[in-house]
């Protein structure tokens, strides 16, 4: 299995820009999580979705982000318009949910968004 | 908000030594798990432990569980220098929840 594929893997990008991150989950997992990573508050929840449908998204820091899940096996996340606080990295991670809350999380290897 | 708080921040030792992480928690949880953080690359799930639990073991690994305490430690023994990375507890609710709060970790650096 290829694991959980995000791209890409580093994005600059200035200020008012419009920034479309994107996932592959693994086939088969029907959970899909956005995680951000930054040194100061480390890994935060954005949203995630069960079977394509958004489920908890209070996690988004605000209007300038949105995730889709048009299909089973492609997520993207939006930030439009950009702002330098938004420099992190972003993670995407999938699970199944076979083991119910017990299922670990596969996470992608991340891309890392630097906003100048 | 962060859940899980690991202890300490930063932690260095020889190859072959033993390291030992601690997680506390706030609320009540229905499972903890250890994720592992090379650097540049996505978190590795380790081990997971429910809070009917106690103790578990998986190769070099073993964590226990403080349900009455809120805290985890994560032990990992004989180290090696492959070990080298960020090592972070999560936690997740009642039954039917499928978030995973994070810790911020626990920097390991294992010297050859």
């Known amino acids: 299995d290829a694991g959980v594929i995000q791209s890409p893997r580093h994005e600059v990008t200035e200020m008012g820009q419009e920034v479309t991150l994107r996932c592959k989950p693994i086939?088969?997992?029907?959970?899909l999580f956005w995680y951000r990573q930054t040194m100061m508050r480390g890994l935060e929840l954005l949203i995630y979705?069960?079977?394509?449908?958004?489920?908890?998204d209070s996690g988004m820091p605000e209007d300038r982000f949105s995730a889709k899940m048009p299909n089973a096996s492609f997520s993207t996340l939006k930030i439009q318009p950009s702002e330098p606080r938004d420099s992190a990295v972003y993670f995407c991670?999938?699970?199944?949910?076979?083991?119910?809350?017990?299922?670990?999380?596969?996470f992608g290897n991340g891309t890392r968004l630097t906003v100048t | 908000s962060q859940q899980g708080e690991e202890d300490p921040q930063a932690l260095s030792i020889q190859e072959g030594e033993n390291a030992t992480m601690n997680c506390s928690y706030k609320?009540?949880?229905?499972?903890l798990q250890w994720y592992r953080q090379n650097s540049g690359r996505g978190l590795v799930h380790l081990i997971l432990?429910?809070?009917?639990?106690r103790e578990k073991h998986s190769g070099r690994l073993r964590v226990t569980l403080d349900t009455s305490k809120k805290s985890s430690s994560l032990l990992i023994t004989a180290s090696r220098a492959a070990d080298t990375a960020s090592y972070f507890c999560?936690?997740?609710?009642?039954?039917?929840?499928?978030?995973?709060?994070f810790g911020k970790g626990t920097k390991l650096s294992v010297i050859p």
């Open positions: 991670a999938s699970s199944l949910r076979g083991s119910g809350s017990y299922s670990p999380l596969h």
């Open positions: 086939s088969g997992h029907d959970y």
């Open positions: 979705f069960n079977n394509n449908v958004p489920i908890d």
């Open positions: 609320t009540s949880i229905n499972n």
């Open positions: 432990i429910r809070s009917n639990e």
């Open positions: 999560a936690t997740r609710g009642g039954a039917g929840s499928y978030q995973l709060t």
